[in-house]
């Protein structure tokens, strides 16, 4: 499975872009680039995904770099209701044992503030 | 409304005892998972099911099991022979395994083993 890699925190000012960068370095060219946030004691949320073009939602952007090897989520005005871990996740490859499986990391603590 | 429902919220039992945690979806999808999050980690996936009566272990199954006998219910039943049972317990489901399909999630059961 590709790894990734995700600071452990970051901080924001309400009403400003959040930028969640994401390493994975070792992606396979066909493993899809996910992110879920999840608050305190609730089941993680889908935020979106991609594989090499840039995907936008209502909810974010993400921006996967050239090569794959990296990626950002981006909230673009943040509020206090985003405070949540964001993971990042690369999902095993079609035709493996873990068919489906989402392999979640520690994640990245965002912490919006006023 | 459609989504994924998991009963109860909180759960005590004692040591020794097997208890059957609940996971039923009105999504009409194919794909169940199971997963179990332990403080300040990530989640660590139990067991999948790709579709009605099969389902696959995941990365840690030891003293779990369950059973799909419907397309809408996926409940696990941790045993006396998980040694360390107490964690928060999560279910979700997607349209099918695929990589490109998002996987949603249920509130989440706290089960705390006395």
């Known amino acids: 499975d590709a790894k990734t890699t995700q600071p452990p925190s970051m901080d924001c000012a309400e009403g400003r872009a959040a930028n969640l960068p994401c390493n994975h370095s070792t992606i396979s060219g066909n493993e899809y680039v996910y992110w879920y946030r999840q608050i305190h004691s609730q089941g993680p949320q889908y935020i979106i995904h991609g594989l090499k073009n840039n995907e936008t939602n209502e909810m974010a952007s993400l921006i996967i770099t050239e090569d794959r090897k990296s990626s950002t989520l981006i909230l673009p005005h943040a509020t206090l209701r985003d405070t949540a871990v964001y993971y990042c996740?690369?999902?095993?490859?079609?035709?493996?044992?873990?068919?489906?499986?989402?392999?979640f990391g520690q994640g990245t603590i965002l912490t919006v503030h006023p | 409304d459609g989504g994924i429902t998991q009963s109860p919220k909180y759960l005590f039992r004692k040591e020794g005892q097997n208890v059957t945690l609940s996971c039923e979806q009105n999504?009409?999808?194919?794909?169940m998972y199971w997963y179990r999050q332990d403080p300040g980690q990530g989640l660590r996936l139990i067991y999948y099911s790709q579709i009605v009566n099969d389902f696959q272990k995941g990365d840690i199954a030891e003293g779990y099991s369950v059973s799909r006998e419907k397309k809408e219910s996926f409940p696990l039943t941790v045993t006396s022979a998980q040694k360390n049972p107490t964690a928060f317990y999560l279910c979700?489901?997607?349209?099918?395994?695929?990589?490109?399909?998002?996987?949603?999630f249920g509130p989440g059961t706290r089960l705390t083993v006395l």
């Open positions: 996740i690369v999902r095993v490859g079609a035709g493996g044992t873990s068919y489906g499986k989402l392999t």
């Open positions: 999504l009409n999808h194919d794909a």
């Open positions: 979700a489901s997607s349209i099918g395994p695929g990589d490109a399909n998002e996987q949603f």
